[in-house]
């Protein structure tokens, strides 16, 4: 069993504080990604659990054992680096039997384990490569190889993917999830980009400013975003914003859109004050339908085939992104009118906490 | 194409011919007046008697003959090689230098000039440092052995310690070069790869031997070359602190040939040439063993 447990986990260099007190717990198994915009602390709060950087203050215990002051080599776990960090005066099997030998495994058990992980990320025809012959994604396999060759109880990810073009990068997703089904082990991952996130974790944990804002599965991030900045960054494009008004009445809140609409949301709150609404592009409607209505002009139409994205500028000035159909009609200059479904809309105060969730699996 | 000189078209024409050439040509032609054509005449005067003034006599291998029944040649060949085995220890020590100030704490550009200093300054003036040092009456060196065992001895003035002397009083810029060419090699190393390294449970020793030396192999070589080709060459220190003595027992190559050709002890042209060309000749051995592994290596790439 291998869960990992942080709690009230510290970093700081010198006077400046990096890392602000984090308590998470990672389930033996689960997939956990860490994402948040760049210093957000998310790589320092990984290598901290490599090991590789000191914690301040703090404890952490994987399958249980405290390893706050437990070198990175005896922790059990596994990193793959950005740069994947492979030993270019090594072939790929150096590279892989590299962490057996200087742990003194014999000759035959390194042949042997390293094949294995050759074969399971078809490395097989390539072991006697030096790194500097190999393609990005094969580099990138090498790396994942001298992790799973360890055998760890923990496998870490340093946005391993980030130097790879798209497609690839579509595909070492999948070889990373099907790995992870594989071997079952617990993962924790680094990403900068949420559709990385979204696409890989049980659980994400959204960081910011060396804190955690919100940890929860892709969907509940997604439905549920506990205040403005989870709100803003998962999701793409954005969650639009608009600046309301809003009051309490029975049995609902009342909402004044900009423009002077008045939308009605199920659920209460306690005081009436200007709030911020969000609503994502993909919620809101083209055309109208709706339980209220945002009169504006289309300023941008991406066609992207599929879907349309337009940018409509409301008569306040604000603008707000609309997702519609692939052959929506309408072209730049044109008058839009966006419908706003209630229950698709969330309710943030001033301070920027949700008050109210459209969650739409309700 | 619209009508151009002549001239104009043949440049247009074989500009990406030419060019090349053009860009060599001052290196090469340097390179041929100042190297290529006087070893070609150092050889040619190994084979007559000359003093440098008068007419060459030919006197075909006659000079080389002499050097093979000249005891103070076998002495120099001798010191040589010890200089060529001693000085190699300027790569390791300049490698624990390095590795030693390969760290961020405050100050540590100033103590990495420190340690770079002896290659600043001029051979002649650690030759002279290194007399002071070394001197019986006052030098610190002799004042210390005195106090440490009791006994007086005047390293350079001593027939078993001279070349050793001298070869320390080298030891100390040569290991400051190297030093600095190994923390260049350490600044290129990937930071990921060492972690990679911890990961893997090298520390230590392991991680320097497995890690850390491959990746300097590129440093290592440079030094490698320019130790082997500095004791070989070995000179201004000979000269400034022992003149080859206590009879000639701290001679190297070089400073036998000037002392024969150039110095007041004659000018023997003949004899200094035939001594410069098996200088070259040992010197040829490792500067192609050098020049091999380049190519191999770039035919690796």
Redesign the interface.
């Known amino acids: 069993m291998a869960e990992v447990s942080l709690s009230k986990v510290t970093k700081n260099f010198g006077a400046v504080s990096i890392i602000k007190g984090i308590d998470l717990e990672i389930a033996d198994g689960e997939f956990c990604v860490f994402v948040g915009p760049s210093g957000c602390g998310k790589s320092t709060l990984l290598r901290m659990v490599a090991g590789l950087e000191e914690i301040s203050s703090g404890a952490l215990k994987i399958g249980g054992r405290d390893m706050t002051q437990v070198g990175p080599s005896d922790r059990g776990v596994a990193m793959v680096f950005q740069s994947y960090a492979l030993y270019p005066h090594m072939t790929v099997a150096e590279n892989i039997g590299f962490g057996l030998r200087m742990t003194g495994h014999d000759k035959a058990e390194i042949a042997k384990r390293t094949a294995a992980a050759a074969k399971m990320l078809q490395l097989d025809a390539l072991l006697d490569r030096k790194p500097g012959q190999l393609s990005g994604g094969q580099r990138q396999r090498v790396a994942i190889g001298r992790a799973i060759v360890r055998n760890p109880d923990v496998f870490l990810f340093d946005e391993p993917l980030s130097n790879l073009d798209a497609a690839l990068r579509v595909q070492m997703r999948g070889e990373i999830s099907r790995l992870h089904q594989d071997l079952g082990a617990t993962m924790i991952y680094v990403t900068h980009d949420q559709v990385e996130a979204m696409t890989m974790a049980d659980k994400i944990v959204v960081l910011s400013a060396g804190q955690i804002e919100q940890v929860g599965s892709p969907l509940e991030l997604y439905h549920r975003p506990r205040n403005l900045f989870v709100a803003g960054f998962i999701g793409s494009p954005k969650m639009n914003f608009l600046t309301v008004a809003a009051q309490p009445v029975a049995g609902g809140t009342e909402v004044t859109l900009p423009g002077g609409g008045v939308l009605r949301l199920p659920g209460q709150i306690a005081a009436a004050g200007p709030m911020t609404l969000g609503l994502r592009p993909e919620h809101a409607q083209a055309g109208g339908a709706g339980d209220a209505v945002l009169e504006g002009r289309v300023k941008l139409a991406e066609h992207l085939g599929s879907e349309t994205l337009f940018f409509v500028e409301l008569a306040d000035g604000s603008e707000i992104a609309v997702k519609a159909d692939g052959l929506a009609p309408e072209r730049p200059g044109d008058e839009m009118r966006v419908g706003v479904p209630a229950r698709a809309c969330h309710l943030f105060d001033a301070a920027g906490l949700a008050l109210l969730n459209g969650d739409l699996t309700r | 194409m619209p009508d151009t000189a002549p001239s104009a078209g043949f440049w247009k024409r074989n500009q990406l011919r030419i060019a090349p050439i053009l860009f060599l040509a001052p290196g090469a032609l340097m390179f041929l007046i100042y190297v290529l054509i006087p070893i070609v005449q150092s050889v040619w005067i190994s084979f007559h008697d000359w003093d440098g003034l008068g007419a060459k006599v030919w006197i075909g291998l006659g000079n080389y003959a002499e050097l093979l029944d000249d005891d103070t040649f076998y002495v120099a060949l001798k010191n040589n090689l010890i200089w060529l085995a001693l000085y190699l220890l300027a790569i390791p020590m300049g490698l624990a230098a390095a590795l030693f100030l390969n760290q961020s704490v405050w100050g540590i550009r100033l103590y990495k000039s420190l340690f770079f200093f002896p290659f600043v300054i001029s051979q002649v003036v650690v030759g002279l440092m290194f007399t002071w040092f070394y001197a019986p009456d006052f030098g610190l060196f002799s004042q210390a052995i005195h106090w440490l065992t009791g006994a007086e001895v005047a390293i350079l003035a001593d027939e078993r310690f001279v070349t050793l002397g001298i070869i320390a009083a080298g030891l100390w810029p040569q290991t400051a070069y190297c030093m600095i060419l190994y923390l260049t090699g350490l600044n290129n190393l ?1 930071p ?2 060492i ?9 230590g020793w ?1 991680l320097l031997w ?2 850390i030396l ?2 300097l ?1 590129p440093a290592t070589f440079i030094a490698m070359v320019v130790t082997v080709i500095g004791a070989l060459r070995s000179f201004d220190l000979v000269s400034i602190m022992t003149a080859g003595g206590p009879y000639g027992s701290s001679q190297v190559l070089s400073y036998f040939m000037y002392e024969q050709a150039l110095s007041e002890y004659g000018y023997r042209m003949g004899y200094g040439a035939a001594i410069a060309v098996v200088l070259f000749l040992i010197m040829m051995v490792f500067i192609t063993l050098f020049i091999v592994r380049m190519i191999a290596q770039e035919r690796n790439r």
Not at chain 2, 195 to 203: I, K, L, P, S, Y
């Open positions: 990937n990921e790869q972690e990679a390294a911890r990961m893997d449970n090298a520390r392991r497995h890690v491959p990746q192999a």
